[in-house]
């Protein structure tokens, strides 16, 4: 891979400058993901007691990222988390660069590359059976933050890391992407509680733009006791069924999650490699209280949801209830 083609980076927008103050999640991934960097430990087979015992290589890339600050000054290394596999870092840039964040990531990935051929684990290599050069050849995946609240999330993620991948293996059959489950002529794959499509009672929970209209004009009855309606039926026995697309049926979803309900989630993307749900339901699949379903293909360029989409997703709520 030629170290000098620019179109190979993963940028999230287009024309940012990335040389100003800021905080940038970055994923630098094995790309055999073989377990090279650490081997999981999950003491009790308790997920919450899991960590990670590095590896001499794993070891010796966390040398080269607090290292990055030595070279970079402007740079603060806020959070990082080895995997067996991958490495997570959270960077903070406090003053603007000349350079920018990409020359400081592919600094540290040049560093990276350098001690992962030189610091090999004997063992590792051994148990694998195999020739592992060249290692770490794919460049680091760089996320700018920008939302408020972001960054504490985005730490919680990495620090709990070990646990979410302790929580996967214990629980492999709900975390695996289920394919070719049919449901009134479509096709799905999905991940979680597949059991779910065996309940008796269904609703679908779709808010219409009328009743958001009238509250907004200041008569929010029918809006309000839809969604409490949609609480009730779900504390009822009834499995909801949604995309979960407006902010009135996120707000639906939250109860759902906060009280433990049973429901269906229709996602607008596929299931990628090693794909792993966000934070409040990736919970929700280990408690066994959801299904994610697709019937799409993982496009790793989307980034938003279309109208049409919206509409036909709401279309499936209504078969998959029927």
């Known amino acids: 891979m030629a170290e000098n083609d620019n179109n190979k980076w993963h940028w999230q927008e287009r024309g940012t400058a990335w040389k100003g103050v800021g905080i940038y999640h970055v994923t630098l991934v094995v790309p055999s993901r073989e377990p090279l960097l650490g081997e999981l430990i999950i003491p009790e087979d308790d997920p919450r007691k899991a960590y990670v015992k590095r590896t001499e290589m794993g070891e010796e890339i966390v040398h080269t990222i607090f290292h990055i600050q030595d070279i970079h000054p402007e740079v603060r290394v806020l959070q990082f988390c080895i995997m067996p596999d991958h490495v997570h870092v959270i960077l903070h840039v406090i003053q603007a660069m000349t350079a920018g964040i990409k020359t400081v990531v592919r600094g540290w990935w040049q560093g990276a590359k350098k001690v992962s051929a030189s610091s090999v684990d004997s063992n590792t290599i051994r148990d694998n059976k195999r020739s592992l050069s060249p290692i770490l050849t794919e460049l680091p995946f760089i996320r700018p933050m920008s939302r408020k609240g972001q960054l504490q999330t985005m730490i919680r993620y990495v620090q709990m890391n070990p646990e979410r991948l302790a929580t996967k293996r214990l629980m492999p059959e709900y975390f695996r992407v289920q394919e070719g489950i049919e449901i009134a002529g479509r ?136």
């Open 187 to 322: 096709m799905y794959c999905g991940v979680g509680n597949a059991d779910l499509l065996q309940r008796e009672k269904y609703m679908p929970v779709h808010v219409r733009w009328t009743m958001v209209d009238e509250a907004e004009h200041g008569d929010n009855k029918r809006l309000r006791d839809y969604m409490n309606g949609c609480v009730l039926a779900a504390r009822n026995g009834a499995v909801m069924v949604s995309p979960f697309i407006s902010k009135q049926e996120q707000a639906v979803m939250e109860v759902l999650l906060k009280e433990g309900l049973p429901f269906i989630y229709i996602a607008d993307n596929g299931f990628r490699d090693y794909y792993k749900p966000q934070d409040s339901l990736f919970d929700a699949v280990a408690r066994k209280q959801v299904l994610i379903l697709s019937p799409w293909e993982y496009d790793p360029d989307k980034k938003h949801v279309s109208r049409a989409e919206c509409v036909e997703m709401n279309k499936m709520a209504e078969e998959i209830c029927a």
